[in-house]
């Protein structure tokens, strides 16, 4: 089992009302005192992915590849997951400081700010067109739960 990582502050805090003889009314008054994050939804993360595709097509039609934009010594053709690692994760964590995308919270604008940012540069230094985010529902996917 794959152990979650929290605010040290929290853990501490929930092991010293686990010790207590009877730490029902102080963890009580601890849950009261938090909430959880409302993470990004399955469906925004859906969108993600499809972005990421849509950016890797549009990248690699206009011959931008890896090479051009990352490392000018190798020609190395976008996919979705090298979207995701070597454009969306570095200026995700630059603006947010979040290391994963599941950390992104669902109405905090985080997602429509990074795609905006990244869909500026890449149209001031690379000439690549305007990419809308895409807004899907969760009905827009295929049998095995991908997006259209």
Do not use: C
């Amino acid at each position: 089992m794959k152990r979650e990582k929290i605010k040290s502050e929290h853990y501490y805090r929930l092991r010293d009302i686990a010790r207590l003889k009877n730490p029902r009314p102080k963890l009580l008054e601890f849950l009261g005192e938090v909430e959880p994050k409302k993470q990004r939804t399955e469906s925004q993360n859906n969108a993600l992915h499809k972005f990421y595709s849509m950016l890797a097509e549009e990248l690699n039609e206009k011959g931008k590849d890896m090479r051009v934009v990352l490392k000018p010594s190798w020609s190395i053709w976008w996919t979705t997951e090298s979207i995701k690692s070597y454009i969306w994760k570095p200026i995700m964590k630059a603006m947010t400081g979040k290391e994963s995308t599941t950390e992104l919270e669902k109405n905090s604008g985080e997602i429509d700010k990074i795609h905006e940012m990244i869909m500026k540069n890449l149209g001031e230094n690379f000439h690549i067109e305007y990419i809308p985010f895409p807004h899907l529902e969760e009905g827009e996917k295929d049998s095995k739960g991908k997006i259209k």
